[in-house]
């Protein structure tokens, strides 16, 4: 994996009370599920192809959204709208140039769980994201161009409901667990 989703974080102190030390340790959260039972095979292969996926598409996800947050704070800085206009086009520019060859390589599945791994991280869609920067002439440019293969740049993510699998999947991959 490129860039890993997991970082542990293990901290080792020690506090001081009433005279006397005591040490103490902070770990990352560890996730306990119930064990999973498939009914056939092929269930047993789509779950292992959901975490194959989630641990290649997460960390774009993930990148996607500290790209968000830095684009927007220093768009909350520029003086004008000539300035800001500027900075999105090189933003642009750097995205297509730094993502492209990873998109491509991306399968159709994988596609669409980025679609909405980007929605778990952003909570903004896509489409959203893009009309806000972009405006909407090309985030409906980038809809119809999502729907010509079959995907929607508008599909949010329910880890409630139909995502309850992959939020099992994020969560033990974020944790180390898988």
Same mark, same amino acid.
């Given at each position: 994996?490129?860039?890993?989703? /997991?970082?542990?974080? !293990? $901290?080792? %102190?020690? !506090?001081?009370?009433? %005279?006397?030390?005591?040490?103490?340790? #902070?770990?990352?959260?560890?996730?306990?599920?119930?064990?999973?039972? /498939?009914?056939?095979?092929?269930?047993?292969?789509?779950?292992?192809?959901? @975490? +194959?996926? !989630? $641990?290649? @598409?997460?960390?774009?996800?993930?990148?996607?959204?500290?790209?968000?947050?830095? +684009?927007?704070?220093?768009?909350?800085?520029?003086?004008?709208?000539?300035?800001?206009? #500027?900075?999105?086009?090189? !933003?642009?520019? =750097?995205?297509?140039?730094?993502?492209?060859?990873?998109?491509?390589?991306?399968?159709?599945?994988? *596609? $669409?769980?980025?679609?909405?791994?980007?929605?778990?991280?952003?909570?903004?869609?896509?489409? =959203?994201?893009?009309?806000?920067?972009? *405006?909407?002439?090309?985030? %409906? /440019?980038?809809?119809?161009?999502?729907?010509? /293969?079959?995907?929607?740049?508008? $599909?949010?993510?329910?880890?409630? %409901?139909?995502?309850?699998?992959?939020?099992? @999947?994020?969560?033990? @991959?974020?944790?180390?667990?898988?």
């Amino acid at each position: 994996m490129d860039s890993p989703t /997991f970082v542990p974080t !293990v $901290k080792v %102190g020690k !506090v001081l009370h009433e %005279g006397d030390s005591i040490q103490y340790m #902070e770990m990352n959260n560890v996730y306990v599920y119930p064990e999973l039972t /498939f009914k056939n095979k092929k269930q047993a292969q789509s779950y292992m192809r959901l @975490v +194959t996926n !989630v $641990k290649k @598409v997460l960390p774009i996800a993930k990148e996607a959204r500290q790209m968000l947050i830095e +684009t927007t704070e220093l768009l909350e800085m520029l003086p004008d709208e000539k300035s800001k206009e #500027e900075h999105i086009k090189r !933003v642009e520019d =750097d995205i297509f140039r730094t993502y492209k060859p990873k998109m491509k390589k991306l399968t159709y599945s994988q *596609g $669409k769980l980025l679609i909405k791994l980007i929605d778990r991280e952003c909570h903004s869609s896509s489409y =959203d994201m893009i009309k806000a920067f972009m *405006g909407p002439i090309r985030a %409906g /440019f980038w809809q119809v161009f999502a729907w010509g /293969f079959g995907a929607s740049l508008k $599909k949010e993510y329910d880890p409630e %409901g139909t995502d309850r699998l992959t939020e099992r @999947v994020v969560r033990m @991959v974020e944790a180390g667990q898988i």
